[in-house]
């Protein structure tokens, strides 16, 4: 009896993650991402895609449809955070005050209210990746996978990709701040190596650690919970 019971139980549990997801988020969400990755494109080149947040979006694309855990998990650990801190430049420059100079062109005049208006994004993702951890449950492999992806990245982009520049157009420079907060100088608080040392040891603890802690204790036990208890009275 138990032989069919088991494989039962699994069927059902596997069949309720897979419908986890209301088809009104799947299909807007990629409405969304058909308009934003052709104006992107356009307007920023294929480069702009190596930020982290925009990293974030594919792989929150592939995780609704898939409905992968892991995958909405690692896209949460790296960007609640920093999208929060997005958030936070983002207001103090609305009322006139400087913080980090990281959403500066969200006022450049020169790129047009719809372009300038897709990147609202930052905003709103955040609570869609915790909406999904919430329904799909925290993969804690999510920490290591994302943290992994990040190195590649901030190497990546600061071997390969354009530094600051005093006049800096539409092309993405400075990708990731791996030369520093702005994208007109390079920072000249340490050696360009140290402040690259310091970005790949202060993302993962003072960032990704912290999210991962939380998601784990808000969102594992309570997805495990829900499977058994969905589980058990379908049985």
């Known amino acids: 009896m138990n032989n069919i019971i088991q494989p039962l139980a699994s069927t059902i549990t596997d069949t309720t993650v897979r419908h986890r997801i209301p088809w009104s988020?799947?299909?807007?969400?990629?409405?969304?991402?058909?308009?934003?990755?052709?104006?992107?494109?356009?307007?920023?080149?294929?480069?702009?895609?190596?930020?982290?947040?925009?990293?974030?979006?594919?792989?929150?694309?592939?995780a609704v449809w898939t409905e992968s855990a892991l995958l909405a998990g690692m896209a949460a650990v790296g960007i609640v955070l920093p999208q929060l801190i997005w958030?936070?430049?983002f207001v103090a420059g609305l009322v006139g005050v400087k913080l980090l100079g990281m959403t500066a062109y969200m006022f450049d005049e020169r790129r047009s209210l719809f372009l300038r208006g897709l990147s609202l994004f930052h905003g709103w993702l955040p609570f869609l990746l915790l909406f999904?951890?919430?329904?799909?449950?925290?993969?804690?492999?999510?920490?290591?996978?994302?943290?992994?992806?990040?190195?590649?990245?901030?190497?990546?982009?600061?071997?390969f990709m354009p530094g600051p520049t005093p006049?800096?157009?539409?092309?993405?420079v400075n990708i990731n701040y791996v030369h520093g907060m702005s994208?007109?100088?390079p920072q000249?608080?340490?050696?360009?190596?140290?402040?690259?040392?310091?970005?790949?040891?202060?993302?993962?603890?003072?960032?990704?650690?912290?999210t991962h802690l939380a998601l784990k204790k808000l969102f594992s036990q309570a997805c495990k919970r829900r499977l058994k208890s969905e589980t058990g009275s379908r049985m």
């Open 25 to 62: 988020v799947k299909l807007g969400y990629t409405a969304f991402m058909a308009v934003l990755v052709p104006v992107y494109w356009a307007n920023y080149g294929p480069t702009n895609f190596l930020y982290f947040c925009d990293v974030a979006l594919f792989l929150t694309l592939v």
């Open 87 to 89: 958030v936070a430049d």
């Open 132 to 159: 999904l951890v919430k329904r799909l449950g925290y993969d804690r492999r999510a920490l290591p996978a994302w943290w992994g992806l990040a190195w590649v990245l901030v190497l990546f982009c600061y071997f």
């Open 167 to 172: 006049a800096p157009g539409t092309e993405p």
């Open 183 to 185: 994208d007109t100088e």
């Open 188 to 210: 000249g608080w340490m050696p360009p190596l140290a402040w690259l040392a310091t970005l790949m040891t202060g993302l993962p603890v003072l960032l990704y650690w912290p």
